[in-house]
């Protein structure tokens, strides 16, 4: 079992700064693709950016230039770095991790981010 506990979340305005963390605890290993999904009100959820174990990074179009995804192996932690947020990136924001050719997929509780104009 894999738990994952985000933190970080907040309001800033927009054109500031935010760093979001999640720690994993269980049986995590390097090989996993970590993840950051987020959730407008009346949206669906969205993949923001994802990065696999050896540090290939996918990012949605939205945030390319502003947000930076890095992961740390050995403390089984993710980090989403949030420059020049932008209200419309106000949202709940998970973590996920996934293990890649099974269907082990887990999330968290989620971290609500608010961007003020």
């Known amino acids: 079992q894999v738990q994952l506990v985000e933190s970080g979340g907040g309001l800033v305005q927009a054109g500031g700064s935010l760093r979001l963390s999640c720690a994993a605890s269980?049986?995590?290993?390097?090989?996993?693709?970590m993840g950051w999904y987020r959730q407008a009100p009346g949206k669906q959820r969205e993949l923001v950016a994802a990065?696999?174990?050896?540090?290939?990074?996918t990012y949605a179009d939205s945030v390319k230039g502003r947000f930076t995804i890095s992961r740390d192996n050995a403390k089984n932690t993710v980090y989403l770095q949030m420059n020049s947020p932008k209200p419309e990136d106000t949202a709940v924001y998970y973590c996920?991790?996934?293990?890649?050719?099974?269907?082990?997929?887990?999330w968290g509780k989620g971290t609500l981010v608010t961007v003020s104009s």
């Open positions: 996920n991790v996934k293990f890649p050719g099974t269907n082990m997929d887990y």
């Open positions: 990065i696999t174990g050896g540090g290939r990074t």
């Open positions: 269980g049986s995590i290993f390097s090989m996993t693709v």
